[in-house]
């Protein structure tokens, strides 16, 4: 069975930080890209990161660039988000997926976890 568990999310003040942790099983992690997609309170979804899986090469939204920093332990076949200078637009559910192929939007991911809301206070 696949699975991908999300963790980590809670409530924040603006300009604080969390850290996400994501735990895969169930199919081959080390063949998979693991991005971070994160779900706005009106439904809208954003491919935040993604840690590629051949060379690890890492790609950040715009949006989140300079503050959070993806990577992954394939050896573990987990993931992390670490989200610094959060401010209250970065208020979501924050999904971990994982796609065997390029995958820049989120319907192009193969597999999805449950998420973890973080919410950013004013």
């Known amino acids: 069975e696949v699975q991908l568990q999300a963790s980590g999310g809670g409530l924040v003040q603006t300009g604080g930080s969390l850290r996400l942790s994501c735990a895969a099983s169930g199919f081959r992690f080390v063949d998979y890209d693991l991005g971070w997609i994160r779900q706005y309170p009106d439904k809208r979804l954003e491919v935040v990161s993604c840690v590629r899986k051949q060379n690890g090469g890492i790609s950040y939204s715009d949006s989140v660039k300079g503050r959070f920093t993806a990577s992954r332990d394939n050896a573990k076949s987990t993931g992390s988000l670490e989200m610094n200078s959060l401010k209250p637009e970065d208020t979501a559910v924050y999904y971990c997926?994982?796609?065997?192929?390029?995958?820049?939007?989120?319907?192009?991911?193969?597999?999805w976890g449950q998420g973890t809301q973080v919410t950013v206070s004013s």
């Open positions: 997926a994982a796609a065997n192929r390029i995958a820049p939007r989120p319907s192009e991911y193969d597999y």
